[in-house]
């Protein structure tokens, strides 16, 4: 269950942790991109590799504005520091939020951080090793005659940091699709009964996040579509879902309601004896406690001389 000392903390403790959070991750950037930013040059030229080491012969790289021998390099840097300090970032996440968490919910979200800090890193070392020499090989290779090829540091980075987030999140599928499972939200009969319409989606949404050509887009679509399979597998070491435990926990200590089905017919039968007070016409029950006067008030008066009540003798038939 979830810590129950959070209820008693006012909103500005929680702001004031979040903050003491934020902190701890802005001084974790600062220091990667302190030791980033003395080695920037040799970074870009790293990173520019899979490009230069394809074009043709006689061409280089070239920086159309002024500021950017230096503003790509600085911003190389700051992101290359970002990505470093993403365990780091996730962390903090993760502390601000685990006490709000189940204890079910805590044994497996552990092993998910870890394991989406890992695919993360894996998709973009798969971008650097493996898409980007099939891609650049495909664009340097496809250009009119007598153009050369000359592409500008500002636009390149643009264009490989684009692709490192986007094949980063593709590698996240497989634990998005277990959170899915384990949050209730999707069952995995019913993604496999999707899977046409996955498949497509892949291919839709590497259309919309890469290079206008096949070869990016199926690079990235396949993956995706593997990784969301690899999802459906993991999801059947993570137990029932959450909803499924909530009603099994909360199952035995909720009474069953007995419903108390009562006869008319006996209920009329029992109160048959009984008088209603507001009854005008019900027969009024003699008191013992009554004194003769009472009694004697309340006879009826007599009808005739003979003090009788039974009223004056009928005229003799003719």
Not at 211 to 216: F, H, K, L, N, Y
Not at 228 to 242: D, H, K, Q, T, Y
Request: charged fraction near 20%; aromatic fraction near 12%; glycine fraction near 6%.
């Amino acid at each position: 269950m979830s810590d129950p000392s959070l209820n008693d903390q006012p909103l500005i403790a929680h702001l004031i942790e979040l903050r003491d959070r934020l902190i701890r991750i802005l001084v974790v950037i600062l220091i990667f991109f302190l030791g980033f930013i003395a080695f920037a040059n040799d970074l870009y030229a790293y990173l520019a590799n899979p490009l230069q080491s394809l074009l043709p012969e006689g061409a280089s790289m070239i920086a159309t504005q002024v500021a950017s021998p230096f503003l790509a390099p600085f911003k190389l840097a700051l992101y290359l520091s970002i990505y470093c300090g993403a365990p780091m970032i996730l962390y903090q996440l993760w502390g601000f939020i685990a006490p709000g968490l189940y204890d079910n919910e805590k044994k497996i979200a552990g092993p998910l951080l870890i394991s989406s800090i890992f695919l993360f890193y894996a998709g973009m070392a798969f971008a650097y090793f493996i898409v980007f020499p099939l891609v650049f090989g495909f664009f340097t290779t496809v250009g009119p005659t007598g153009v050369t090829v000359m592409t500008d540091i500002d636009a390149y980075l643009s264009f490989v940091l684009k692709l490192f987030l986007a094949f980063g999140l593709a590698f996240e599928i497989p634990v998005a699709t277990m959170l899915l499972i384990k949050a209730g939200i999707a069952s995995p009969e019913s993604l496999k009964d999707k899977r046409p319409y996955v498949f497509i989606g892949c291919f839709v949404v590497g259309m919309l996040v890469t290079p206008p050509d096949v070869i990016s887009q199926t690079l990235l679509a396949v993956p995706m579509w593997l990784l969301f399979e690899v999802g459906l597998i993991g999801a059947r070491f993570l137990g029932s879902p959450r909803a499924t435990e909530e009603d099994e926990s909360v199952a035995p200590d909720v009474p069953q309601p007995v419903a108390a089905i009562e006869n008319e017919a006996t209920n009329d039968d029992s109160d048959s004896n009984e008088i209603d007070e507001f009854d005008l016409y019900a027969p009024v029950k003699p008191d013992d406690n009554d004194s003769p006067i009472i009694e004697e008030l309340d006879k009826p008066e007599p009808l005739d001389d003979q003090d009788s009540d039974v009223g004056p003798p009928k005229p003799p038939k003719t």
